[in-house]
């Protein structure tokens, strides 16, 4: 059975194949028919047990555009507020035909769970579990970066990594399962990333991760990078007072309309990044998010051919690692 958890399952041979068939995918994406007959009669069930609009959507755009047939599950308004458990939910879908299984939980863990028993026996898909892993975000986030890379040297992203490139991620580490896919995947690939936060919103242990620790955002800017990586701060996770108050976030934290200013002054090309939902005049501002160096909708765009690339992957290829 094959499965996409973790971006630490993936080699770096596996992470760029996946880039690559996303490159493919993504050609697809401009035709004016966009549909292959890939998936045809297969079943792809979205199974969201917490709120997107991304991921979701991204996802049952991929799985549709592979020719497969989608059942948009969300625990609101189902038997999940009757008690059903997890294990009964996902056997309700086997028996209802599902050949792969997108999962978002808010328990970190519960994709992994679907991976490792045998209670249902096909293709899991962690669209993003508690605090712990995005990897699909951060495959896309790694496809966006070099595809940017690539088209500003003129060259073609077949085949490569990010190897050498700075990339900062910033703000709310604690709860962020982006941060966490990211720094495996970056890693894997070849990138420095550094990490910049208040120290109260890094987790104990982040001193033993692949990564620089910051606590200076002017500095890490000052220092040149080629992309930042703007996090939400997660309120919905924060049951503690994690800094004095947002005008104070933004101050420290944020990529606010100064140090926008600071980096159109400097000359670099550094690319702002953020994956989404964006809290606005927090840790971006507007002009930051709207900016001609900002990603933020072609992040969108290529995650719809990331996901098309890891359901083809999972459902028809043999890249994913056994369990
Ligand atoms: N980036 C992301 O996961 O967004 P959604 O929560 O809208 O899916």
Same mark, same amino acid.
């Given at each position: 059975?094959?499965?996409?958890?973790?971006?630490?399952?993936?080699?770096?041979?596996?992470?760029?194949?996946?880039?690559?068939?996303?490159?493919?995918?993504?050609?697809?994406?401009?035709?004016?028919?966009?549909?292959?007959?890939?998936?045809?009669?297969?079943?792809?069930? @979205?199974?969201?047990?917490?709120?997107?609009?991304?991921?979701?959507?991204?996802?049952?755009?991929?799985?549709?555009?592979?020719?497969?047939?989608?059942?948009?599950?969300?625990?609101?308004?189902?038997?999940?507020?009757?008690?059903?458990?997890?294990?009964?939910?996902?056997?309700?879908?086997?028996?209802?035909?599902?050949?792969?299984?997108?999962?978002?939980?808010?328990?970190?863990?519960?994709?992994?769970?679907?991976?490792?028993?045998?209670?249902?026996?096909?293709?899991?898909?962690?669209?993003?579990?508690?605090?712990?892993?995005?990897?699909?975000?951060?495959?896309?986030?790694?496809?966006?970066?070099?595809?940017?890379?690539?088209?500003?040297?003129?060259?073609?992203?077949?085949?490569?990594?990010?190897?050498?490139?700075?990339?900062?991620?910033?703000?709310?580490?604690?709860?962020?399962?982006?941060?966490?896919?990211?720094?495996?995947?970056?890693?894997?690939?070849?990138?420095?990333?550094?990490?910049?936060?208040?120290?109260?919103?890094?987790?104990?242990?982040?001193?033993?991760?692949?990564?620089?620790?910051?606590? @200076?955002?002017?500095?890490?800017?000052?220092?040149?990078?080629?992309?930042?990586?703007?996090?939400?701060?997660?309120?919905?996770?924060?049951?503690?007072?994690?800094?004095?108050?947002?005008?104070?976030?933004?101050?420290?934290?944020?990529?606010?309309?100064?140090?926008?200013?600071?980096?159109?002054?400097?000359?670099?090309?550094?690319?702002?990044?953020?994956?989404?939902?964006? @809290?606005?005049?927090?840790?971006?501002?507007?002009?930051?998010?709207?900016?001609?160096?900002?990603?933020?909708?072609?992040?969108?765009?290529?995650?719809?051919?990331?996901?098309?690339?890891?359901?083809?992957?999972?459902?028809?290829?043999?890249?994913?690692?056994?369990?």
């Amino acid at each position: 059975m094959k499965h996409l958890i973790s971006t630490a399952d993936l080699t770096r041979a596996e992470a760029i194949q996946i880039l690559d068939i996303a490159e493919e995918m993504r050609a697809f994406g401009t035709r004016e028919v966009k549909k292959l007959p890939a998936l045809r009669g297969r079943t792809v069930v @979205n199974l969201f047990f917490e709120d997107s609009t991304r991921t979701r959507i991204s996802f049952e755009a991929a799985a549709k555009r592979l020719s497969a047939d989608v059942i948009n599950f969300s625990a609101k308004g189902s038997s999940v507020s009757k008690g059903e458990s997890l294990k009964d939910t996902a056997q309700t879908l086997l028996a209802i035909g599902a050949d792969a299984v997108v999962i978002r939980h808010p328990d970190s863990g519960a994709p992994a769970r679907l991976a490792a028993t045998d209670w249902i026996g096909l293709p899991i898909v962690n669209a993003g579990d508690g605090m712990h892993e995005h990897p699909t975000q951060a495959l896309l986030d790694a496809f966006t970066l070099r595809r940017q890379i690539c088209l500003r040297e003129g060259s073609s992203p077949h085949g490569k990594g990010l190897d050498g490139l700075k990339v900062a991620i910033v703000g709310d580490i604690l709860h962020s399962r982006v941060a966490r896919s990211n720094l495996w995947l970056l890693n894997t690939l070849g990138a420095e990333v550094t990490m910049v936060a208040p120290p109260t919103l890094l987790p104990v242990g982040a001193a033993s991760w692949p990564c620089t620790i910051s606590y @200076n955002l002017d500095e890490v800017i000052a220092s040149g990078t080629d992309a930042l990586m703007m996090l939400r701060v997660q309120g919905e996770r924060m049951n503690a007072a994690f800094f004095p108050n947002p005008r104070e976030y933004s101050r420290y934290w944020g990529l606010d309309d100064a140090r926008l200013t600071t980096l159109d002054a400097s000359g670099d090309e550094t690319l702002i990044m953020h994956p989404g939902p964006m @809290n606005r005049g927090l840790e971006i501002s507007s002009a930051a998010a709207d900016s001609p160096r900002s990603t933020v909708l072609d992040q969108v765009t290529n995650g719809v051919a990331v996901r098309m690339a890891s359901l083809y992957m999972l459902l028809s290829g043999d890249l994913i690692k056994e369990s």
